[in-house]
């Protein structure tokens, strides 16, 4: 069989399907994630060993990543198919047999409004200096809300902007900025060294992939207090958890000192998940938290626990809790009450808010 031809087959369908991921394990047909659903692919065969390790290994282009995963049993890549969509790749063995999961990233980067995010995410990209991160479950579409914001500066912007992924996923055409795209592996041994030439490549914007260790974080938020723009990721699941997960990755002795730089230099995080659409597909529900003056207070004196009642009363100044968007999107007829709750990190709340909406169109 030509495994270079059916890979790229299967990668078709993935995009066909409008499927998210292309998961591909021995014992199983080929399977795609559509609105976040497992579904075989039903007119395809069983994987055996000698058909996964041919299309595993098909999609390495570089002899060098090839041998690299052989030697390390897992592998970070992207794989690009003709000029149609890359994918993000991860290769892996799994009981002794090669395993792959494949992330659909198209071309074309969406707008906010394409996105159903909320307009007022663009204040992110008006600041010259500040820390703005975008958090959530893996799987939940925070590289895309990233790509989308980097892409609202590229287009209005004459800024220099500095991207360091692992992989790199979206691929920006150059519009009023200037953009350069590091990988991890291949233009930068790692996203702490990346973040500290920062320092000396003129740079006004930098969006890094993904804050892994305790050095990047430390770099990101001092390049955020002079002078950058910068923009990431964490696997978090509420703006709260998110600034004691910083604050606790430092040990105790240093806490003190970077709840002070993040008290200075945060400007907001947006938390996201992706809810099945009735109808059919997905769409955003996010929490919002823009540092004021009471959210900057707060993480200085350490009273991270107020922040979710500051976020639930500062609706006008463009904050939401999840809750909030959650009962937005039901009440608009997006998603079902099931998945409303099932998606709250607060069930109770929810179910209160819901009564004092459905209160509130009683009188």
């Keep these: 069989m030509d495994y270079t031809t059916k890979i790229k087959d299967l990668l078709y369908a993935t995009i066909k399907s409008n499927a998210s ?11 795609l994630r559509i609105d976040g ?42 794989y690009e198919l003709e000029d149609k969509a890359r994918f993000r790749v991860n290769t892996y063995f799994q009981r002794g047999n090669m395993a792959a999961s494949l992330r659909y990233i198209p071309f ?10 909320p307009k007022n995410l663009e204040i992110f990209c008006k600041a010259s200096q500040g820390f703005v991160l975008v958090v959530g479950p893996i799987g939940h579409g925070k590289s895309t809300t990233l790509a989308a914001l980097i892409d609202i500066i590229n287009e209005n912007r004459n800024d220099h902007i500095i991207t360091i992924e692992d992989p790199i996923e979206y691929i920006f055409k150059e519009k009023k900025s200037v953009i350069e795209q590091r990988e991890v592996g291949q233009d930068t041994e790692g996203f702490a060294m990346a973040l500290r030439s920062v320092f000396r490549q003129d740079a006004d914007v930098v969006m890094v992939g993904e804050m892994r260790d305790i050095e990047t974080i430390a770099t990101a938020v001092t390049a955020a207090e002079t002078g950058h723009l910068i923009f990431s990721t964490l696997h978090t699941n509420s703006a709260a958890q998110t600034i004691d997960r910083i604050i606790d990755s430092f040990p105790a002795e240093r806490q003190g000192q970077i709840r002070a730089q993040l008290a200075s230099s945060l400007l907001g995080i947006i938390s996201q998940r992706l809810i099945p659409r009735i109808g059919g597909g997905l769409v955003p529900a996010v929490e919002i938290l823009i540092a004021n003056y009471a959210v900057r207070t707060l993480i200085r004196e350490n009273k991270i626990h107020q922040i979710d009642l500051v976020i639930e009363t500062s609706l006008e100044e463009g904050m939401i809790s999840l809750n909030r968007s959650l009962v937005n999107l039901y009440q608009e007829g997006k998603i079902t009450r099931e998945h409303a709750e099932m998606y709250s990190l607060n069930p109770e709340g929810l179910k209160t808010l819901l009564k004092e909406e459905e209160k509130g169109r009683k009188r």
């Design 37 to 78: 659903e497992l579904r075989p692919l039903e007119n395809e065969g069983i994987l055996n060993k000698e058909s996964i390790e041919g299309l595993v290994l098909a999609l390495f282009a570089d002899k060098k990543n090839q041998q690299k995963f052989l030697e390390r049993k897992e592998l970070d890549f992207a």
């Design 108 to 117: 074309k980067i969406r707008t906010l409004e394409e996105l159903n995010l």
């Design 21 to 31: 991921d292309l998961h591909l394990t021995i014992g199983h047909k080929p399977i």
